[in-house]
T-cell receptor, first 113, second 111 residues
Framework: NAGVTQTPKFQVLKTGQSMTLQCAQDMNHNSMYWYRQDPGMGLRLIYYSASEGTTDKGEVPNGYNVSRLNKREFSLRLESAAPSQTSVYFC????????????FGSGTRLTVV | DQQVKQNSPSLSVQEGRISILNCDYTNSMFDYFLWYKKYPAEGPTFLISISSIKDKNEDGRFTVFLNKSAKHLSLHIVPSQPGDSAVYFCAALNTGNQFYFGTGTSLTVIP
């Protein structure tokens, strides 16, 4: 089915470890986003990419890096994981214009111990 | 600073009755608003939207109302069904393609 695919679905890291969250969309969307969801905080934007080759910081970028590998793929990297990065991470994409908003992936539940 | 606020973390409604979810925003430059529905262990899914040039948009059992002067929007679900039990997020768009999300309201529809 067309949509946004995130891997992995679950991950447990030790403090200081690194990992990359993968995201791919097959809807030919230009814009892609990474959000984190925490209890009582809603969805907060980490990084976004308005088009292939560009990336910009969102509300909570510290501790993260991103790569827009091509139009389909947008990865999120944690270089040195911290317990404060325990969260559910969502990737999203959006086509031209805001109509219909984002299409979200199913999320990655990350626990840093 | 939270630009989009949902002040009710939870709401319980009897099946068949109306559910009203509220959302307030602070930025008068927001010009497009959406509601998303989220089930556990799934990503949010688009539910309904409204442009700032309108004050109402209806889609089946779902209606969104926008009061620009009060910087307030609401989602009405009539009649509520048990399958509507989920977390609902409102979101607002400023210039560009970035949405700002509220903190969510967990709706429980009691059979």
């Amino acid at each position: 089915n067309a949509g946004v695919t995130q891997t992995p679905k679950f991950q447990v890291l030790k403090t200081g470890q690194s990992m990359t969250l993968q995201c791919a969309q097959d809807m030919n969307h230009n814009s892609m986003y990474w959000y984190r969801q925490d209890p009582g905080m809603g969805l907060r934007l980490i990084y976004y990419s308005a088009s292939e080759g560009t990336t910009d910081k969102g509300e909570v970028p510290n501790g993260y890096n991103v790569s827009r590998l091509n139009k389909r793929e947008f990865s999120l990297r944690l270089e040195s994981a911290a317990p404060s990065q325990t969260s559910v991470y969502f990737c999203a994409s959006m086509g031209a214009g805001p109509f219909g908003g984002y299409t979200f992936g199913s999320g990655t539940r990350l626990t840093v111990v | 600073d939270q630009q989009v606020k949902q002040n009710s973390p939870s709401l319980s409604v009897q099946e068949g009755r109306i559910s009203i979810l509220n959302c307030d925003y602070t930025n008068s430059m927001f010009d497009y608003f959406l509601w998303y529905k989220k089930y556990p262990a799934e990503g949010p899914t688009f539910l309904i939207s409204i442009s700032s040039i309108k004050d109402k948009n209806e889609d089946g059992r779902f209606t969104v109302f926008l009061n620009k002067s009060a910087k307030h929007l609401s989602l009405h679900i009539v009649p509520s069904q048990p399958g509507d039990s989920a977390v609902y997020f409102c979101a607002a768009l400023n210039t560009g393609n970035q949405f700002y999300f509220g903190t969510g309201t967990s709706l429980t529809v009691i059979p």
